[in-house]
């Protein structure tokens, strides 16, 4: 969404129950209604000195009628040198649907 000076060599990851996604992928989740589906997200600066940010949420069961969609926003900021305090803001969208 946004990059102030943090840098431009990135790794990131979006997490469903604690398996890594692909951007555009997607994962089938056995859950019980009672049960609930945890999201992870993770941006992370490439350099000698990391900078990482990271979101987490969970979505129960119970919740989703047909499909819902979650966002979850990312901070990463700047550690070091001159433009240290600055900020680079992710925004990862995970669109959950229940499946007949």
């Known amino acids: 969404m946004e990059n102030n000076h943090v840098g431009n060599e990135w790794w990131w990851g979006g997490f469903v129950n604690g398996k890594e996604l692909n951007d555009g992928e997607s994962v089938t989740v056995s859950a019980n209604a009672a049960g609930s589906i945890k999201l992870h ?3 992370q600066e490439q350099d000698k000195y990391p900078d990482d940010g990271e979101a987490s949420a ?3 069961v119970s919740s989703i009628k047909t ?5 979850l926003n990312v901070t990463v900021v700047e550690n070091r040198g001159r433009y240290s305090g600055n900020t680079a803001k992710w925004q990862f969208t995970f669109k959950l649907e229940k499946v007949k």
């Open 41 to 43: 997200a993770e941006a």
């Open 58 to 60: 969970s979505v129960k």
């Open 67 to 71: 499909s819902v969609t979650k966002k």
